[in-house]
């Protein structure tokens, strides 16, 4: 008896050391260090030697992408030679779960294959605001995923932003005007401008957009000619699920008309009476948000913003709640495509 004990505790120790043995091979076969020497964010997961598949490896250090990404916000994983889409997909199902669907949408985006979308559809020539994706719905995903399959030739990089730093970095008179008030969205369908409705809820069929406004705490009009205004209240800042950090977290200046480029914020403000603008964002009470309020905010994501170019076969893996992103404009073809994982609602914080 005390001899088949030991021999069981032998067998059970020298598992213990192999699983430990393969663990340590695992871990020297990519290095992980800052990009940039003067941010931590993100970290450089990139291999030391070829051929390291970086979903076995991946599927194998789970807690450590986690540590790592719950830390710093964001992990570029680079080398490990992504062979195609197919690949970037079951990485993200292997670390993250099953994909989301794009819905309740405020950029223009084309499926490519199931639940993986180009980055954007915008013009190469416009600059896209850093924000957290879905910040201004009842629900966003926890992570985004950016998969760089062809860099551009020149630009187009994927600016990101710590919004623990971002909230540190607000002004306290106006961080508490946000946190006492919210942020109100107010939203128009269907003028010829900006998506349309059918796009921005995915179906045709206007109860369903009823229901959907209904279940998600939207309060919606419809205007003749089959048009659609809606006004939303949402946190501006929020307490991310697992690091209970407080962080900055919402559309308010992405939407804001004075944030666009300055030829289509005059053509638009041409075109339509303010309540009658695409996209616009108040105060949660509904008041206005003062120009230097803005201006300040908009100050604070350029001071924060870390840049870095991409390389064909890249993947970056954010935090959605701990790191905004947003695009530079470009020249030249560019494809990097994105998918979302792991819903979160409002009603959760």
Known sequence: MERTDTKEKSQSFLKVKRQQ????????LVKLTPLLTDSALPVLCQTTVEGVNLLTWAVNNQELITTNLLKHGGILFRNFQVKDIAEFENFIQAVSGDLLEYRDRSSPRSAIQGKIYTSTDYPADQSI??????????????KIFFHC??????GGETPIADTRRLLQQINPKIR???????????????????????TVFQTTNPAEVEEFCRSNHIEFEWKPGNRLRTR????????????????????????????????????LLAEFSEEDLPHNTYYGDGSPIEAEVLDAIRTIYQQETVIFPWQAGDILMLDNMLTAHGRQPFVGERKVVVGMSEVFSSQEI
């Open 21 to 28: 043995a393969i663990n340590l091979l695992q871990t020297e």
């Open 129 to 142: 605001f850093p924000h957290s994706e879905n910040s201004y719905a009842a629900s966003w995903p926890l």
């Open 149 to 154: 399959v062809t860099p551009a030739q020149q």
């Open 176 to 198: 508490d005007r946000f946190i006492e008030t919210g942020v109100m969205y107010v939203r128009n369908f269907g003028d010829g401008f900006g998506l349309p409705w059918q």
């Open 232 to 267: 939303t209240h949402r946190q501006a800042i929020a307490t991310h699920p697992k690091t209970s950090e407080t962080v900055w977290f919402n559309h308010a200046a992405f939407f804001h008309v004075s944030t666009l480029n300055a030829k289509i914020r005059t053509a």
